[in-house]
């Protein structure tokens, strides 16, 4: 099992250019999320799906869309990339089941805006 | 919403000495999750907790789930040059989506 896989690695944009970063699971996880990290902030929660066809905003949102393609895939999308993006983008999965709250990571991406 | 404070921010320790960091938070948390991340990597589940009071060890990484639901406690005993890395806790009120609030994260080094 690959557990979580992210694309790209690395990313280098230009303000106002779009992108999407992908992320695969192949743990047959139903919950699956998209952070950011950022120096001395620890990892904040843009968006998440819950279940496959479902997905809800997280505590930082603006600036992002994302799509649960199907129950592997979840990406995440910028429309109009800004400098404040620049940050390490972690996809995350979860079982759902009983009282199980852990989360599995990506290796992630690190995108830098200019 | 929910805050965790995670101390120290840093540690600095030679090999074989025993490390101490906790997480403190303003609202009671049903799960307590312990993270470790390598530079460039994404953070490794290190130690789940589920119950208030539990102590529960992997190796020689010992986490507790602390009695007010508040606060939670990981040590290293005995720590080795590659134990460095971040450690981050993360705790759960138990909403339905499973949302995680995560730590800002203590960066240990271990000098040889």
């Known amino acids: 099992n690959a557990g979580v896989t992210q694309t790209p690695k690395f990313q280098v944009l230009k303000t106002g250019q779009s992108m999407t970063l992908q992320c695969a699971q192949d743990?047959?996880?139903?919950?699956m999320y998209w952070y950011r990290q950022d120096p001395g902030m620890g990892l904040r929660l843009i968006y998440y799906?819950?279940?496959?066809?479902?997905?809800d905003k997280g505590e930082v949102p603006n600036g992002y869309n994302v799509s649960r393609l199907n129950k592997r895939e979840f990406s995440l999308r910028l429309e109009s990339a800004a400098p404040s993006q620049t940050s390490v983008y972690f996809c995350?999965?979860?079982?759902?089941?009983?009282?199980?709250?852990?989360?599995?990571f990506g290796p992630g991406t690190r995108l830098t805006v200019t | 919403g929910q805050q965790l404070n995670q101390s120290p921010q840093s540690m600095f320790i030679q090999e074989g000495e025993d490390v101490s960091m906790n997480c403190t938070s303003s609202s009671i948390f049903n799960t307590w999750l312990w993270y470790k991340q390598e530079p460039g990597e994404g953070p490794v589940l290190l130690i789940a907790l589920y119950k208030a009071g539990e102590l529960t060890s992997n190796g020689r990484l010992t986490a507790q789930f602390g009695i007010t639901r508040k606060d939670s406690f990981l040590n290293i005993s005995a720590s080795i040059p590659s134990d460095v890395g971040i450690y981050f806790c993360a705790g759960s009120g138990g909403t339905s989506y499973g949302k995680l609030t995560f730590g800002q994260g203590t960066i240990l080094t271990v000098h040889p």
């Open positions: 995350a999965s979860r079982k759902n089941q009983g009282r199980s709250y852990e989360q599995y």
């Open positions: 743990m047959n996880h139903n919950s």
């Open positions: 799906s819950a279940s496959e066809g479902t997905t």
